[in-house]
T-cell receptor, first 112, second 112 residues
Framework: GDSVTQMEGPVTLSEEAFLTINCTYT??????LFWYVQYPGEGLQLLLK?????DKGSNKGFEATYRKETTSFHLEKGSVQVSDSAVYFC???????????FGKGTRLSVIA | EAGVTQSPTHLIKTRGQQATLRCSPI?????VYWYQQALGLGLQFLLW???????NRGNFPPRFSGRQFPNYSSELNVNALELEDSALYLC???????????FGPGTRLLVL
């Protein structure tokens, strides 16, 4: 079945450091890919998405590019802030009629 | 535009009791998904409702059930509660035919 693998962390960075969180997937078809963020004590918020190969999703300084050849969707940000401290989930959906399949999440802590 | 809402925010029950969790989707969304986020187990798909019908369910026992009402709100029922049912239960909604799921803040269920 479909699966998502992401680095589990925790990841601790200093403010203004560069962030990469790796995400790779296994799917039978051509899924849509998502990054969700969960701030402490809250639900999930959609951070960005990409629906086809070579698409780049971006939001709030975060970016991820759908790489079909490497089945990857790595999350990057050039300069993290303390307010980016959260758990980040990579997810895929094979179609609009299937549930999301999530990675285990990566906890990011940014220190001033 | 109001987001997905869930109630209650917290619920404490004892083993063997029943729990009812509620979810109101974003206006115009017809699909509701339920996920369980248990400590150490990541996010797991529970149930999917669309247009009042159960369309899919995850690998959970039948004591997890639910329904969707004509106004597209949804209810998750968990019977014969067990200690391991303690988790954050997240509801997400989606437009019919859309791909992106939007999450509520969750209900935190504690079974003692």
């Amino acid at each position: 079945g479909d699966s998502v693998t992401q680095m589990e962390g925790p990841v601790t960075l200093s403010e203004e450091a560069f962030l990469t969180i790796n995400c790779t997937y296994t799917a039978t078809g051509y899924p849509s890919l998502f990054w969700y963020v969960q701030y402490p004590g809250e639900g999930l918020q959609l951070l960005l998405k990409a629906t086809k190969a070579d698409d780049k999703g971006s939001n709030k300084g975060f970016e991820a590019t759908y790489r079909k050849e490497t089945t990857s969707f790595h999350l990057e940000k050039g300069s993290v802030q303390v307010s980016d401290s959260a758990v980040y989930f990579c997810a895929l959906s094979e179609s609009g009629n299937t549930p999301l399949v999530f990675g285990k999440g990566t906890r990011l802590s940014v220190i001033a | 535009e109001a987001g997905v809402t869930q109630s209650p925010t917290h619920l404490i029950k004892t083993r063997g009791q029943q729990a009812t969790l509620r979810c109101s989707p974003i206006s115009g969304h017809t699909s509701v998904y339920w996920y369980q986020q248990a400590l150490g187990l990541g996010l797991q798909f529970l149930l999917w409702y669309d247009e009042g019908e159960e369309r899919n369910r995850g690998n959970f026992p039948p004591r997890f059930s639910g329904r969707q009402f004509p106004n597209y709100s949804s209810e998750l029922n968990v019977n014969a509660l067990e200690l391991e049912d303690s988790a954050l239960y997240l509801c997400a909604s989606k437009m019919g035919g859309g791909e992106t799921q939007y999450f509520g803040p969750g209900t935190r269920l504690l079974v003692l």
